[in-house]
């Protein structure tokens, strides 16, 4: 069997869509804090029937408030020293609450896996790139600001012909290649999703267990 691609930082599809299906089980094999939904894989459709090897991880339903209002039902909860609570998943109708979804798309012309999210006010109207940055943690600003791997672009998503934020992945291969660098370690392809999502993750604000990247 030939060497996985995870060595030099890539994916092939195949090593994604494994990669995913490890992802989506791990995830719900872990205690995950503040009731984040779980991930789930969506199969692209062709001519109207699901694919097989086409598809995308989707994580959505993650509500965040503001410091200056409160989710209903979890006033108790302890708010970080940034003033921003972050991914909890739960039902409230106050106007400053805002709605995130998050999709991993595998790029053909990168060969990684892309980030796509969106942002959507009470009222269903898309955040803007300011409005979503409001929402972000000091840590995500400080990343997004300083690492030149990590930057922000819009463009449409290869699934849903729809403009997503997205962050860019010209320099994906590059981190990923130095993180899954471990002499002796198995089915890094497997491992690649949970360990890039521990980077990516941080930079829009998700809050990623350790235990996702642990070696089972």
Request: proline share 6%; glycine share 8%; charged share 25%.
């Amino acid at each position: 069997m030939g060497g996985s691609s995870a060595c030099d930082g890539t994916l092939s599809l195949d090593e994604f869509n494994a990669s995913a299906k490890a992802l989506v089980t791990k995830w719900r094999g872990i205690d995950v804090d503040d009731a984040l939904p779980d991930w789930e894989w969506r199969p692209c459709r062709k001519m109207g029937v699901p694919s097989e090897t086409e598809g995308f991880v989707a994580l959505e339903g993650v509500y965040r408030i503001g410091a200056g209002g409160q989710v209903e039902g979890s006033s108790d909860d302890p708010v970080p020293d940034d003033g921003v609570e972050y991914d909890t998943s739960v039902q409230s109708s106050r106007d400053n609450v805002h709605l995130y979804d998050f999709h991993i798309v595998y790029s053909f012309s990168y060969k990684v896996p892309v980030l796509y999210f969106r942002g959507l006010q009470s009222g269903g109207q898309l955040l803007t790139l300011d409005e979503i940055k409001k929402d972000l943690p000091s840590h995500s600003l400080q990343l997004l600001n300083e690492s030149k791997w990590t930057f922000i672009t819009r463009e449409e998503h290869p699934h849903l012909s729809r403009p997503w934020f997205t962050l860019h992945p010209c320099g994906t291969s590059d981190w990923m290649k130095l993180l899954l660098h471990k002499p002796g370690d198995k089915d890094r392809s497997l491992q690649y999703l949970s360990a890039w999502l521990s980077v990516a993750g941080q930079a829009v604000g998700l809050k990623i267990p350790l235990k996702l990247y642990c070696s089972s």
